[in-house]
C-alpha cells in the first residue's frame, strides 16, 4: 500500500461508453500523474497536475480528459475510447516544489492501477 | 524525437551473479535519471535517481547507477543479485525543466535459486 489508490481495479467498457477513473492520494502531495501502460510498449505519461494546474499533456487524445479538483484527487475521464485504448492506467503522486520539471525531485508514489479493456 | 533505449528485454540469472542492465538516451541537454522496479504483483517504486553530483547514485536493496553523459547512458547494476530481485526494471529521463518523463520498454530480470 503506497497511499495512492485507484479506483475501478477493472474496467469493461464499451467505444460508446462514457467512464471516468479515479485517484486519490493520501499523502498530502501536490503533484499527480495520469500513466498509460501497454503491454510491450514504454509506459507512457499522459498528464501532469501541480498545484492543481495541468503542466504537462503528452499529446493525449481528446477522449481523455483529466479533471484535477483539489490536491488529493485526480480523475480521467474517457469517452468514445478505441479497442487499443485497452491499457492498464497508472496514478502517480509527488511533492513538488511548484517549478516546472522539479516535480520529479521528490519520490513518485504510484498507485495499484485501473486495468481497462475497451470492447 | 526523445527516447530511451532499454537494449536488454529479458535477462535470466543465478543468485550471486552480478548484474547490469543498459540504458541510454537520446536527448542533448540536461537531464535527470531514474531507475524504477515493479516487482511481481506490486506497484511501481522508484529504485533510484540522480539529479546532479556524483554520477555515481547508490539505491535501495544494494543497486547502484553510474551516469556516463558522454555516452548518454545510466546503466543500473548489482553486484550480487538475489532470488528477490526478480522484478521488471525500468529507465526513465527527465529532460530538465519540463514535466515531461519518458521511460524504456522495461527489462525482465529473472533469477533463479
Known amino acids: 500500500e503506497t497511499g495512492v489508490t485507484q479506483t475501478p481495479r477493472h474496467l469493461v467498457m464499451g467505444m460508446t461508453n462514457k467512464k471516468s477513473l479515479k485517484c486519490e492520494q493520501h499523502?498530502?502531495?501536490?503533484?499527480m500523474y495520469w500513466y498509460k501502460q501497454s503491454a510491450k510498449k514504454p509506459l507512457e505519461l499522459m498528464f501532469v497536475?501541480?498545484?492543481?494546474?495541468?503542466?504537462e499533456n503528452n499529446s493525449v487524445p481528446s477522449r481523455f480528459s483529466p479533471e484535477c479538483p483539489n490536491s488529493s484527487h485526480l480523475f480521467l475521464h474517457l469517452h468514445t475510447l478505441q479497442p487499443e485504448d485497452s491499457a492498464l492506467y497508472l496514478c502517480?503522486?509527488?511533492?513538488?516544489?511548484?517549478?516546472?520539471?522539479?516535480?520529479?525531485?521528490?519520490?513518485?508514489?504510484f498507485g495499484p492501477g485501473t486495468r481497462l479493456l475497451v470492447l | 524525437a526523445q527516447s530511451v533505449s532499454q537494449h536488454n528485454h529479458h535477462v535470466i540469472l543465478s543468485e550471486a551473479a552480478s548484474l547490469e542492465l543498459g540504458c541510454n538516451y537520446s536527448y542533448g541537454g540536461t537531464v535527470n535519471l531514474f531507475w524504477y522496479v515493479q516487482y511481481p504483483g506490486q506497484h511501481l517504486q522508484l529504485l533510484l535517481k540522480?539529479?546532479?553530483?556524483?554520477?555515481l547514485v547508490k539505491g535501495i536493496k544494494g543497486f547502484e547507477a553510474e551516469f556516463i553523459k558522454s555516452k548518454f547512458s545510466f546503466n543500473l547494476r548489482k553486484p550480487s543479485v538475489q532470488w528477490s530481485d526478480t522484478a521488471e526494471y525500468f529507465c526513465?529521463?527527465?529532460?530538465?525543466?519540463?514535466?515531461?518523463?519518458?521511460f524504456g520498454t522495461g527489462t525482465r530480470l529473472q533469477v533463479f535459486p
Open positions: 502517480a503522486s509527488s511533492q513538488a516544489s511548484g517549478t516546472s520539471g522539479t516535480g520529479y525531485q521528490e519520490t513518485q508514489y
Open positions: 497536475y501541480n498545484f492543481k494546474e495541468q503542466t
Open positions: 499523502l498530502g502531495h501536490n503533484a
Open positions: 526513465a529521463v527527465n529532460p530538465y525543466n519540463t514535466d515531461k518523463l519518458i
Open positions: 540522480y539529479f546532479s553530483g556524483d554520477p
